[in-house]
Every structure is written in C-alpha cells, then in structure tokens.
C-alpha cells in the first residue's frame, strides 16, 4: 500500500509499504477514504524528531470502510463505514470506564511512562502505524471505531476522530458559567472550532479569539468571535489590557490554550534541535524531553487574561519538564487548570446528534484544501508555512 513515512526533519515522503494484517483478535483493517493532517502532525515535522524513526506511518485523524476484522470484534462488520479514534483504547478498564480512554490501562506505554497508544505519534506513544495510508491496522477494534451511516460525504464524520473531541473537551473542562466570557488562544482547528461549540452550547455570552493569521482571524469573525489580531499589539501587556477593558477590568472566566508548543520551534527549541543532531539518538531524546524546550508564550498569555478564580483549559500539545511556571501568580490568581489528550469515546455520543444536515458546528466547510494522498509533501509544507490560506487539510489515498 501508499503511506505518508516519517524520514527525519522537514523530510516525509509517500512510499510503498507492507499492507497491514490482522495480528490480534481484537483487530480491524480499515480501508481509508480520508485523512487529516493535524497540527499535531507538524510537532513530529519538526519539534519531536527525537522520537520519531525513519519509516513510521504517520496520522491519526482517519475514516474509511471496515475490510476484515477479528473474531473478537462484534460491533462493526467488513463494509462497515468507521472513524478511528485517534487514541488506541480496550473500553474495559479502569481508566476507560471511568471516561479517560486516553489513559487507558492496557494500552499505556510503561516502558516511557504515557498513556495510552496513540495511532501515527513517536515512540513515546508505542510507535503505532497512522493513518495516513491506504489502509490501517486499528489495535482494539473491538471498542474504539466509531461506526457511521452511509450516504454523506466524509466531511461530516471524519472530524470525530481528534478536532470534534478535542474541542468538545477542551470547552467542557473550561468549566464557563452560564453567560460567561471564553477566551481561545490560537484559532486554528481546534481553536475555532473550541468556539463553534461553545457558541453551539450556548455557554458563553460572548468568545474572544487570539491569532495572528489574516485567514484564521476572517473565519473567526465570520463566526461572530471578538477576534483580536497579535499584530495589532506591540507587547502582551497591550493586548492584556485591551481584552480586561472588555470584560470589566476581571478578565475571561475562562481561557483555552488551542496553541501549545509552537509546531515550528521556540528559538531555544531550534537550537535545542540543532544540537541534539549531533547527538546519539537516544541522548537527543532525553534532551528533546527533560530540557524543556517549550515556548510557553500563549500558555503566560492565557494565566495574565484569566480572571481571578477562573479556569485555563490546555489543549494544545506541550513536551519537555523543564519550562518553569508562575507558580505564585497561579496560586495569587487560584486559577484552576485542566488538560490532557482527548478522550473521544468519552465525548462522541453528546457530538453525534450536532452532526446532522442542519451542520451547526461547521463541519462540512471546515477544510480548506482537499489533497491526494500522494501529496502529503506538499501538504505538510503547505500546512507548516501556513501557505495558500491552508488551516484544515483533508487527504484522499
């Protein structure tokens, strides 16, 4: 089969591979119809290349049709119509029952001390092929594909694999009180659409937006968020101080971080990287990991806007130990913070019923470009440099 291959920094490539096979009875075969391109992907691109082994399958935002199945997967058949969530999760243990799949106990990478494994992302997260091929070996079928009705394109659904959830939870732990202000950082695909939710469950009186793209900025206000453009501010504190004169002085009640790691790199990150090339990969790793190479920039953003006793909700991907925090403005501000991949069995029954042709979360138009699969070179570059207004790429193998 063609699959999108991981072969060092800023360097994948579509190749011919081995098709997968069942290995496990509780395995599945899924032929893909669609793909996205997160950007989480672009963290692998470039920030988390220690990790990463030339030849790994990338992705984890797939859908397509069940091919073969094992005897211990009962609830989807061959032809079948799936979404694979991107975490692989057995649905029966602790962790899972108690609604946090991304934990899961059968899954979970000891042998690095993370969670559960997760399709197409590093050796971190148990080396798993991803989803950005002609076809997939879905590990614990037997609980996480998500089937879905035929007949309406892939638009619909294939969102149930990371941004639906991510942004569903990512809203859910902000913990907004009815009426309140949201403010979201970064509004990329999972930022904008952390809005559209909130906006569809009509928990915020009113969302703000962060970004510096011309093209995110124009979505979100187009969606009726109060979109502050960073290049308008020439110091943080500006742009503190024009979003807490909006809000009575306090601040939002509460502010998702949708930014994270930057995907390009911190300049510390760069140079961080640079040096651990000359280094034996396993050294490069842990530097990678404990050096704490992080740009922290919209995370510091997110605790000066929040009001005091408000929430900060992290859904953007940070890696490294070592960043240090404002402990003593966290604990003065007793600002509650929640993170953490998302869990999205956890979310999807309350997302399904949205996904309807009435379309309030957006979902049909989401993507702004559509790609084969054999241009996935392109796409990340696409993707990267923010180039051609690319926010959401969907790829077809």
Not at 187 to 197: E, H, K, T, Y
Request: proline share 7%; net charge negative; glycine share 10%.
């Amino acid at each position: 089969m063609r699959a999108v291959t991981w072969q060092g920094r800023h360097d994948v490539r579509v190749e011919t591979v081995p098709d997968p096979i069942l290995k496990e009875p509780t395995d599945a075969v899924v032929r893909i119809t669609t793909t996205g391109l997160c950007g989480s992907d672009l963290h692998l691109y470039e920030v988390l290349t220690p990790f990463m082994t030339p030849g790994d399958i990338l992705g984890h935002e797939p859908m397509g049709i069940v091919e073969e199945t094992g005897p211990e997967v009962t609830h989807i058949s061959p032809g079948d119509r799936v979404v694979v969530p991107f975490q692989i999760a057995c649905g029966h243990c602790w962790m899972c029952r108690s609604g946090l799949p991304t934990q899961c106990e059968t899954t979970q990478v000891a042998e690095h001390g993370m969670g559960a494994e997760l399709f197409g992302y590093t050796k971190l997260y148990g080396a798993v092929a991803g989803g950005q091929a002609e076809y997939l070996r879905v590990p614990q079928a037997q609980y996480g594909p998500i089937k879905v009705p035929e007949g309406v394109q892939d638009d619909r659904y294939v969102y149930l694999s990371d941004v639906l959830p991510t942004a569903w939870q990512a809203v859910e732990y902000a913990e907004i009180p009815r009426g309140g202000t949201l403010a979201v950082l970064g509004l990329g695909p999972i930022g904008i659409m952390a809005c559209r939710v909130a906006k569809v469950r009509d928990t915020a009186d009113r969302v703000i937006g962060v970004d510096l793209v011309p093209e995110r900025l124009r979505r979100a206000r187009a969606d009726g968020v109060q979109a502050y453009d960073l290049n308008d501010f020439s110091r943080q504190e500006d742009l503190v101080e024009a979003i807490l004169s909006t809000t009575g002085g306090r601040g939002p009640d509460a502010v998702i971080d949708a930014v994270g790691a930057e995907a390009h790199g911190s300049p510390l990150g760069r140079t961080a990287q640079r040096v651990a090339g000359f280094l034996p990969r396993d050294w490069a790793a842990k530097l990678t990991e404990k050096a704490g190479v992080d740009r922290l920039a919209a995370l510091r953003l997110a605790i000066a806007l929040v009001r005091r006793g408000g929430t900060i909700s992290l859904s953007g991907v940070y890696g490294g130990m070592a960043d240090p925090l404002p402990l003593m403005t966290m604990f003065d501000k007793q600002i509650q913070l929640r993170m953490g991949q998302a869990n999205v069995r956890r979310w999807a029954d309350d997302i399904f019923p949205l996904l309807t042709d009435d379309d309030p979360l957006g979902v049909h138009g989401f993507a702004t470009h559509r790609m084969p699969l054999e241009e996935a070179p392109r796409a990340y570059e696409m993707f990267q440099h923010k180039e051609d207004g690319a926010i959401k790429i969907l790829m077809r193998p």
